[in-house]
T-cell receptor, first 112, second 115 residues
Framework: DAKTTQPNSMESNEEEPVHLPCNHSTISGTDYIHWYRQLPSQGPEYVIHGLTSNVNNRMASLAIAEDRKSSTLILHRATLRDAAVYYCILRDDGGATNKLIFGTGTLLAVQP | GAGVSQSPRYKVTKRGQDVALRCDPISGHVSLYWYRQALGQGPEFLTYFNYEAQQDKSGLPNDRFSAERPEGSISTLTIQRTEQRDSAMYRC?????????????FGPGTRLTVT
């Protein structure tokens, strides 16, 4: 399975945008890029996913580099509730299983 | 609507005892997943079902761990002869269908402590 690399931690101020980077230089053509987050004491929750084009939803935006070797999760206005561990995960559409492979993620701290 | 539920939420057991952890997925969800999460780490895949068929059990650590989903809905993860190293948060997730474009919805987890 292709591997992702994320910073261990990041800080942001409330109501400011946050850009969470992810490197995936060994991504294959059938890998989708998924982001999940895990709030303190809760289970992971889905944030967004994409294949090649940038994606927007009510929670966030996903910007995917043209060569697909990196991507950035964008929270447009961070709130205190966005403090969580954010996981960037590759899921192979051609694979035999649909498991999520979580790395260590990025711990996002949001300051008031 | 109701999300994924798990029971018990907390389980303390003595080393050597068997435990059964239950997962009730979102109604109608075809796929069900089990993960284990140690403190400070991301969840680690254990096993996965489509309907009642176990599709992948490559993450089960050894033969003390087993899982079933006999009617394609509720699932049970059983750990026999528990050991202290089995202590962890056990999380269940479900998705509408298999496939990488379907998000997984996670339950609150069962915190297992083996003394």
């Amino acid at each position: 399975d292709a591997k992702t690399t994320q910073p261990n931690s990041m800080e942001s101020n409330e109501e400011e945008p946050v850009h969470l980077p992810c490197n995936h230089s060994t991504i294959s053509g059938t890998d989708y890029i998924h982001w999940y987050r895990q709030l303190p004491s809760q289970g992971p929750e889905y944030v967004i996913h994409g294949l090649t084009s940038n994606v927007n939803n009510r929670m966030a935006s996903l910007a995917i580099a043209e060569d697909r070797k990196s991507s950035t999760l964008i929270l447009h206005r961070a709130t205190l509730r966005d403090a969580a561990v954010y996981y960037c995960i590759l899921r192979d559409d051609g694979g035999a299983t649909n498991k999520l492979i979580f790395g260590t993620g990025t711990l996002l701290a949001v300051q008031p | 609507g109701a999300g994924v539920s798990q029971s018990p939420r907390y389980k303390v057991t003595k080393r050597g005892q068997d435990v059964a952890l239950r997962c009730d997925p979102i109604s109608g969800h075809v796929s069900l997943y089990w993960y284990r999460q140690a403190l400070g780490q991301g969840p680690e895949f254990l096993t996965y079902f489509n309907y009642e068929a176990q599709q992948d059990k490559s993450g089960l650590p050894n033969d003390r761990f087993s899982a079933e989903r006999p009617e394609g809905s509720i699932s049970t993860l059983t750990i026999q002869r528990t050991e202290q190293r089995d202590s962890a948060m056990y999380r269940c997730a479900s998705s509408t269908y298999p496939g990488v474009t379907y998000e997984q919805y996670f339950g609150p987890g069962t915190r297992l402590t083996v003394t």
